[in-house]
């Protein structure tokens, strides 16, 4: 029987030791999980709380459905039954720019159509066309992409808020290839984007014409999907589906080299001995258990930021808001000097979020380039969201409700360099073959990455144990 700890229960956690259960078992290995985590309960920052009858999310509201791995996991863990998916408003998204709310054109006409971006702005992005790629080398950061094939206010309107709304990050210091890799790839592939959508419409066209189905060339795409009862029923269906033992409210001091296997010390003393381990907590927190076991690892993710965040929860009786929130909400570029980096309608994109006849709407404040709204009072708090939704939406009244979350490492950062990073830090775990890495640190934070990161890390996991057999 071989002993496997997962450190952190968190989705990528979970996860992670869910796959290893499941791929040990195909191959026909004896594996035994033992998840570690230090709070006193499991899913990290996915937590769905109910308060008067509003379901307001702690961290992340769901997952886009046009990747496999997580709708993937629900079929496994038999809850797609649960499944919810986004309301049709969900497809209505808004830029507060210049005094105004925008909503993000989606096809072409309509981004002719739309006074989000200035004619001289929209003229610059025409250029595009022609503008060389870049010749590889270095880490170009997202602003200096965007002024170089976009023009400034296409970075301050279009790439800035969508980097905050993601990230919370600053695009000033985020690195291209890490943070958006398929656009990386699409400049170099293509020479440019609008050459690349070009391109990929007219296969698509080819393909369907030819009867074959072929993902959107317009982007990402996908519904929002989450759970009737919030996200949460996503990683409490997973710890429930487990087979080992999950052991909360523990936290791991050390991770140390033994003799035929590794020893991990808890805070309280304990010592656990197992012959592997996949660590799925934050990076910092990582750093701190392998001072001893791999010191190259533990400087290099040292060198990932986090960003903060505040999560600011109002709820409203729906018949004192006169603003119509048929949409999934807005993001506010940071030259618009406003406190919040957005404000989603909760209640619009997924039902049962708030009671009948109420409303509930959950702003952002902080990220990457307002990291000291964490040390904001309640008071300060609620006053600078009121005053954003007063400007932007003419919300006057007093909220009924009201929820706030902080978040002091919220989100990583992937900053210029982070691909480089990424490289000695493989190279440095090969000092440990014992030890795996996963979480949301490395190749992308939103669910459907971690899922897809914890399914690798259990393929290397039963790789190894594969390699002890031969």
């Known amino acids: 029987m071989t002993r496997i700890a997962i450190v ?35 899913g990290g920052k996915i937590l769905s709380v109910k308060d008067n009858g509003y379901l307001c999310e702690w961290g992340p ?11 993937d996991l ?46 001289p702005g929209k003229f610059r992005l025409a250029a595009e066309l022609v503008i060389p790629k870049r010749v590889p080398g270095g880490d170009e950061t997202l602003a200096e992409f965007g002024r170089r094939r976009l023009g400034e206010e296409a970075l301050n309107k279009l790439i800035s808020p969508m980097v905050s709304g993601i990230f919370a990050g600053n695009p000033e210091t985020m690195s291209l290839k890490s943070c958006f890799p398929r656009i990386y790839e699409l400049e170099q592939d293509y020479g ?48 429930a589906a487990l087979s080992g033992t ?6 791991v001091v050390r991770i140390q080299q033994k003799q035929g296997g590794i020893s991990l010390r808890l805070d309280d003393g304990q010592e656990h001995d197992v012959d592997m381990v996949v660590t799925a907590a934050p990076a910092y927190a990582v750093a701190e258990m392998l001072d001893e076991l791999n010191d190259k690892s533990s400087k290099i993710l040292r060198q ?49 979020r708030a009671p009948e006849g109420k409303v509930l709407l959950r702003s952002m404040m902080g990220g990457a380039a307002n990291m000291t709204a964490i040390e904001f009072s309640e008071d300060e708090v609620k006053a600078r969201t009121m005053s954003d939704l007063k400007q932007i939406m003419g919300i006057n009244c007093e909220p009924e409700f009201i929820k706030i979350f902080r978040h ?63």
């Open 408 to 470: 002091r490492h919220a989100i990583p950062q992937y900053i210029s360099g982070h691909a480089q990073r990424l490289l000695e830090l493989e190279s440095s775990l090969q000092d440990s073959p014992d030890l795996i890495l996963t979480g949301n640190a490395f190749y992308g934070v939103g669910l459907n990455d971690c899922v897809n990161a914890a399914n690798k890390a259990a393929e290397k996991v039963v790789a190894r144990l594969q390699a002890r057999v031969n």
């Open 246 to 251: 999950v052991l909360t409210g523990h936290g």
């Open 8 to 42: 952190g229960a968190g989705i990528s956690g979970l996860a992670t030791a869910y796959a290893i259960e499941q791929q040990a078992k195909r191959a026909e290995f004896e594996v035994e999980t033992l998840v570690i985590e230090k709070e006193s309960r499991t």
């Open 74 to 119: 629900c079929w496994q863990l038999q809850i797609e039954d649960q499944l919810l998916r986004s309301d049709d408003n969900a497809r209505k998204r808004f830029i507060y720019a210049d005094k105004i709310l925008h909503q993000m054109p989606e096809n072409g006409p309509a981004f002719l159509k739309s006074k989000l971006i200035s004619w």
């Open 304 to 352: 990932i930021p986090y960003a903060t965040m505040n999560v600011v929860c109002f709820g409203y009786q729906k018949e004192r808001i006169a603003f119509d929130l048929n949409g999934f909400g807005y993001l506010i570029p940071k030259a618009e000097g406003c406190h919040t980096l957005g404000t989603l309608w909760d209640s619009s994109i997924f039902a049962n």
């Open 61 to 71: 509201n769901g997952f886009l459905d046009n990747k496999p791995m997580t709708l």
């Open 192 to 239: 440019g984007l609008i050459k690349a959508m070009l391109r990929l419409a007219k296969k698509k066209r080819a393909e369907v014409k030819a009867g074959k189905a072929v993902a959107s060339a317009a982007g990402p795409g996908g519904v929002l999907t989450s759970f009737q009862g919030g996200i949460q029923e996503l990683t409490d269906g997973v710890a």
